[in-house]
């Protein structure tokens, strides 16, 4: 049996719930657009440049989206030329692949520029130090999350 009395429980629940509401906002002060990319569109992309090709369902599955969510972006993705889409004989012909395209890769530097650029913004109100703490502290988070 737990020894945490019902204050200790609620005010735990209070920091979490101010912790959550002070990441969402700052979520969305981050904005939605870097550049020519979309938040997603840029999440994508950075997956495709850390790896010569991606199955199609890898990246979705990556990227938290459902298959009709993967193959609408990748199809617009497609269209701006920033990515591209084969079957490669080696491998099982109904696996489609994607690949970053040239044209991608700049799109992904400009939007990454965009991206840290807005970051900086945000986060120069912290100290060095502050800032470290921060950077430890979404470590360990991810750490976390990813257990």
Same mark, same amino acid.
């Given at each position: 049996?737990?020894?945490?009395?019902?204050?200790?429980?609620?005010?735990? =629940?209070?920091?979490? &719930?101010?912790?959550?509401?002070? $990441?969402?906002?700052?979520?969305?002060?981050?904005?939605?657009?870097?550049?020519? $990319?979309?938040?997603?569109?840029? *999440?994508?992309?950075? $997956? $495709?440049?850390?790896?010569?090709?991606?199955?199609?369902?890898?990246?979705?599955?990556?990227?938290?989206?459902?298959?009709?969510?993967?193959? *609408?972006?990748?199809? /617009? =993705?497609? &269209?701006?030329?920033?990515?591209?889409?084969?079957?490669?004989?080696?491998?099982?012909?109904?696996?489609?692949?994607?690949? @970053?395209?040239?044209?991608? &890769?700049? #799109?992904?530097?400009?939007?990454?520029? &965009?991206? =840290?650029? *807005?970051?900086?913004?945000?986060?120069?109100? @912290?100290?060095?130090?502050?800032? #470290?703490?921060?950077?430890?502290?979404? *470590?360990?988070?991810?750490?976390?999350? /990813? /257990?």
């Amino acid at each position: 049996m737990s020894d945490t009395s019902p204050e200790e429980i609620e005010r735990d =629940l209070a920091e979490t &719930a101010s912790i959550a509401y002070a $990441l969402d906002e700052w979520y969305s002060r981050l904005g939605r657009q870097f550049g020519p $990319l979309s938040r997603p569109q840029r *999440r994508m992309l950075r $997956l $495709l440049s850390t790896d010569t090709a991606v199955r199609v369902g890898d990246l979705g599955e990556q990227l938290g989206l459902t298959t009709a969510g993967t193959t *609408r972006m990748l199809d /617009k =993705l497609e &269209a701006l030329g920033y990515a591209s889409r084969s079957r490669t004989a080696q491998h099982d012909q109904r696996q489609v692949y994607v690949t @970053l395209t040239p044209a991608g &890769a700049s #799109a992904l530097q400009e939007a990454e520029r &965009a991206f =840290l650029e *807005r970051m900086h913004a945000l986060l120069s109100n @912290l100290s060095q130090q502050e800032r #470290a703490t921060l950077a430890h502290l979404l *470590r360990a988070l991810t750490i976390v999350d /990813k /257990k």
